[in-house]
């Protein structure tokens, strides 16, 4: 679970859940691979993570999230890190919802 602490940061994130991973087609953040936001000034700062090292889609996942953080009012810079820990693990990290299109049960 994200913190949000600020409306900024709600805002952020209501407009960044449109980014989907274009290999599942479920929403980055419904599947838990955003891992913080801040925003700070002018600027929104994104941690995140891939599904794998190897996952081709990370660079384009990785602009649409800034894209998608720079259309929300009043922010003019973003910044998505990609970390690798902790590991993605859907199983902890994924939205029911997500687990239940992932086939995940538990």
């Known amino acids: 679970m994200i913190a949000i602490e600020t409306e900024k940061e709600k805002e952020v994130l209501e407009n960044i859940r449109l980014v989907e991973d274009p290999d599942i087609g479920i929403s980055l953040v419904e599947l838990g691979l955003v891992y913080a936001l801040k925003v700070e000034d002018k600027k929104a700062?994104?941690?995140?993570?891939?599904?794998?090292?190897?996952?081709?889609?990370?660079?384009?996942?990785?602009?649409?999230?800034?894209?998608?953080?720079?259309?929300?009012?009043?922010?003019?810079?973003?910044?998505?890190?990609?970390v690798w820990s902790p590991k993605w693990d859907p199983r902890e990290m994924a939205s029911e919802e997500a687990k239940m299109h992932l086939g995940i049960f538990d």
């Not at 794998?52 to 998608?68: F, I, R, T, V, W």
Request: hydrophobic share 40%; glycine share 6%; charged share 25%.
């Open 45 to 82: 700062s994104i941690v995140m993570t891939l599904t794998s090292m190897a996952c081709p889609s990370g660079p384009q996942m990785k602009a649409e999230l800034e894209e998608h953080a720079l259309q929300v009012e009043g922010i003019e810079e973003a910044e998505v890190e990609v």
